[in-house]
């Protein structure tokens, strides 16, 4: 450890070093959570080798810890400050976001709130799609993160997602093609948009054209995903599917239909003609919601 980190380990566990009148260095150490390497160690890293230098390194630790109190558990706020009771007040529409996610995480660290921590954690990802795409690994290198919270924030943020697409329902009516993109953005695009690798899905239709499911095929790699047009009608017969719209994400933002995907398209709908399965669309979609493409608005289905 540095300096600072030893001065803040030192103010968190009320630790200060002592001189004798005959010059030797020791600890009070109420818990004994120094062994005597550590007691060598701090004492070399802190440059403590006088009465003078303790006095001094003690009053840093007093004014670190003086610092660290400042920073109150939220259970110890005044109640019109608190994001619980905020809620219940005030209703969680009218909350920050901040705050939001305080409730979610509960506790803070040992110098920070939840809160506070909630806005670290909010300003290096910089929004919820940020926590959403990041890593488990990258969540718990925020200090105040732990395996448990990161989880934690993982699940409300998937509920999110959940809730979003059971407001888009099987039996929904495919008339045409902006029915079909509103369909992709509302059901997929909560998952598709911020992954690193392109996801092949297919949605299934009946004779009348209402949704009865939704098949992710294939995942590829951050260029590619690998689509077999014969698991299409496999998977489309099986479900007894007249028709299906073809749909997968581009990583890197840009919709725009590579060779390979006006390739694969067309393989795809002279195989499903063959069984008297009709292709209706293909749709890519960005990371962002109005960055998608639509086959059959741009001509290109045969």
Not at 143 to 152: D, F, L, R, T
């Amino acid at each position: 450890m540095n300096k600072e980190e030893v001065i803040e380990y030192l103010a968190v566990h009320s630790i200060y070093p002592l001189c004798s009148r005959k010059g030797k260095i020791f600890w009070r150490d109420k818990e004994s959570l120094l062994s005597d390497e550590d007691k060598e160690e701090f004492t070399r890293v802190l440059e403590i080798n006088s009465y003078e230098d303790c006095s001094r390194i003690r009053e840093e630790i007093r004014n670190k810890a003086n610092e660290i109190r400042r920073y109150k558990p939220i259970k110890h706020w005044i109640k019109d400050e608190r994001p619980r009771e905020l809620l219940i007040k005030n209703g969680p529409e009218n909350l920050p976001l901040s705050k939001l996610l305080a409730i979610i995480i509960r506790t803070g660290s040992d110098s920070k709130s939840a809160e506070e921590v909630a806005k670290i954690l909010l300003n290096e990802f910089g929004s919820l799609r940020g926590l959403d795409r990041a890593e488990i690994s990258q969540l718990c290198s925020i200090p105040g993160i732990g395996i448990a919270k990161a989880v934690e924030i993982k699940a409300a943020l998937e509920i999110g997602k959940r809730l979003y697409r059971e407001e888009v329902e099987l039996g929904v009516k495919i008339k045409g093609p902006k029915d079909a993109v509103l369909y992709v953005k509302e059901y997929y695009a909560p998952y598709l948009r911020d992954l690193n690798k392109e996801v092949f899905n297919i949605i299934l239709l009946d004779h009348r054209n209402k949704v009865i499911d939704n098949i992710e095929l294939s995942k590829g790699s951050i260029n590619a995903s690998i689509v077999d047009p014969k698991e299409i009608i496999r998977v489309a017969t099986l479900k007894s599917a007249s028709s299906v719209i073809l749909v997968h994400n581009h990583p890197s933002g840009d919709t725009s239909p590579s060779r390979d995907d006006i390739e694969t398209t067309n393989q795809v709908v002279e195989a499903c003609k063959i069984v008297g399965i009709k292709v209706l669309d293909h749709i890519i979609l960005g990371r962002n919601n109005n960055d998608y493409v639509s086959f059959a608005e741009l001509g290109l289905l045969k």
